[in-house]
T-cell receptor, first 117, second 109 residues
Framework: DVKVTQSSRYLVKRTGEKVFLECVQDMDHENMFWYRQDPGLGLRLIYFSYDVKMKEKGDIPEGYSVSREKKERFSLILESASTNQTSMYLC????????????????FGQGTRLTVV | GEDVEQSLFLSVREGDSSVINCTYTDSSSTYLYWYKQEPGAGLQLLTY?????DMKQDQRLTVLLNKKDKHLSLRIADTQTGDSAIYFCAERWGGKLIFGQGTELSVKP
């Protein structure tokens, strides 16, 4: 089974702190994604990566950055946490795009609920 | 940008059928997906449909696609309390998935 592991289930951080959210997948997937999930807004894409050291902005990248130094690991960084970044953060991975549906079937981690106080 | 819309809540009685609806904007989407999120968990793929299909059935699940109206639905037959969850539809756009807001399904005994 594909496993996507996020380092923390719950985090509480102070405003202004630098926050690292870590995600590791064990299926040699090329693609990795960070989403945030908020009630009534669904999942919004923050950043994604199609390869090592490659990153692309999603729909809401402001206030975030990412790092992908190794294929299996994709980190989300909040440079200076703010209260409006309190949310559930979901990491996902998938195979490289292909013509078939499995090319974008995404496998998700269990989520990190971040509270910024 | 691309947009996927769902209603936020649905409540049904155990044993009834549930129908969750979704509209999307990208007419060039090749695949559309339904994901399920149980409380405290990430999302899991339930089923998908290719854009040249009108219907797909998988046990208790039936997916209907109206490409002209850009409307996707998920029907769950004989809904059980274990089906209580948030259901997300998603369309494939390039190598990414664009998700709707999620429909919270509540199943009452």
């Amino acid at each position: 089974d594909v496993k996507v592991t996020q380092s923390s289930r719950y985090l509480v951080k102070r405003t202004g702190e630098k926050v690292f959210l870590e995600c590791v997948q064990d299926m040699d997937h090329e693609n990795m994604f960070w989403y945030r999930q908020d009630p009534g807004l669904g999942l919004r894409l923050i950043y994604f990566s199609y390869d090592v050291k490659m990153k692309e902005k999603g729909d809401i990248p402001e206030g975030y950055s990412v790092s992908r130094e190794k294929k299996e690991r994709f980190s989300l960084i909040l440079e200076s946490a703010s209260t409006n970044q309190t949310s559930m953060y979901l990491c996902a991975s998938s195979l490289a795009p292909s013509t078939g549906p499995r090319g974008t079937e995404a496998f998700f981690g269990q989520g990190t609920r971040l509270t910024v106080v | 940008g691309e947009d996927v819309e769902q209603s936020l809540f649905l409540s049904v009685r155990e044993g009834d059928s549930s129908v969750i609806n979704c509209t999307y904007t990208d007419s060039s989407s090749t695949y559309l997906y339904w994901y399920k999120q149980e409380p405290g968990a990430g999302l899991q793929l339930l089923t998908y449909i290719f854009s040249n299909m009108d219907m797909k059935q998988d046990q208790r699940l039936t997916v209907l696609l109206n490409k002209k109206d850009k409307h996707l639905s998920l029907r769950i037959a004989d809904t059980q309390t274990g089906d209580s969850a948030i259901y997300f539809c998603a369309e494939r756009w390039g190598g990414k998935l664009i998700f709707g807001q999620g429909t919270e399904l509540s199943v009452k005994p």
